[in-house]
């Protein structure tokens, strides 16, 4: 299976200051379509998973522009520009590109 | 707009089972492959199960391989997950979602396994 690492665990972050997520993969992501399946999930507190980015870098709707996603192969990376009250829990990366479905352990989001 | 809801979770003694059900709308579901994820408290997301649009080909995580069984009816809009054998291990809340990455999720329903 792939395995998927995120870090860190435990990001506590300022109000309007920029935060960043670190996801590598243990193979390339890359599929033979050429499309690399690299999705990112917002878990708030007590409330399901929410999908935000899809193929490393589209945001999905209603999503706002500080969120963005980069990176290619094995090393991704999730931004938040300026992080907001509302963006506090955990934040998981997916691959979708091989089976099965793996996820990161899961980053969580606290304000200071 | 996109929903799914599940159905079906409960309490059950290991050994036990369960069907789940997901009722979604909003979208062309014979289109959409259809995914079970699970959560164990506190704890991370794992792919439990995939099936696709057509119900013919499925995909089960080692952990359920061959005590949990996907199934759908197109006719009405409906995703199933039954659940044999049961341990204290599968409890969690499970999730399903629309598509094999995940697009949207439903609120989940929590199935515990315990004597």
């Known amino acids: 299976d792939v395995v998927m690492t995120q870090s860190p665990l435990s990001l506590p972050v300022t109000l309007g200051q920029p935060a960043s997520i670190s996801c590598r993969s243990s193979?390339?992501?890359?599929?033979?379509?050429?499309?690399?399946?690299l999705s990112w999930f917002q878990q708030r507190p007590g409330q399901s998973p929410r999908r935000l980015i899809y193929?490393?870098?589209n945001r999905d709707s209603g999503v706002p522009d500080r969120f963005s996603g980069s990176g290619s192969g094995t090393d991704f990376t999730l931004k938040i520009s300026r992080v907001e009250a509302d963006d506090v829990g955990v934040y998981y990366c997916?691959?979708?590109?091989?089976?099965?479905?793996?996820f990161g352990q899961g980053t969580k989001v606290e304000i200071k | 707009e996109v929903q799914l809801l599940e159905s079906g979770g409960g309490f059950v003694q290991p050994g036990g089972s369960l069907r789940l059900s997901c009722a979604a709308s909003?979208?062309?579901?014979?289109?959409?492959?259809m995914t079970w994820v699970r959560q164990a408290p506190g704890k991370g997301l794992e792919c439990v199960s995939s099936?696709?649009?057509?119900?013919?080909?499925?995909y089960y995580a080692d952990s359920v391989k061959g005590r949990f069984t996907i199934s759908r009816d197109n006719s009405k809009n409906t995703l199933y997950l039954q659940m044999n054998s049961l341990r204290a291990e599968d409890t969690a809340v499970y999730y399903c979602?629309?598509?094999?990455?995940?697009?949207?999720w439903g609120q989940g329903t929590l199935v515990t396994v315990s004597s």
């Open positions: 099936i696709s649009g057509g119900g013919s080909d499925t």
């Open positions: 193929k490393i870098s």
């Open positions: 997916m691959q979708g590109t091989h089976w099965p479905r793996t």
């Open positions: 193979q390339s992501l890359a599929h033979r379509d050429g499309n690399t399946y």
């Open positions: 979602a629309r598509n094999s990455n995940l697009d949207y």
């Open positions: 909003g979208f062309t579901f014979i289109n959409c492959a």
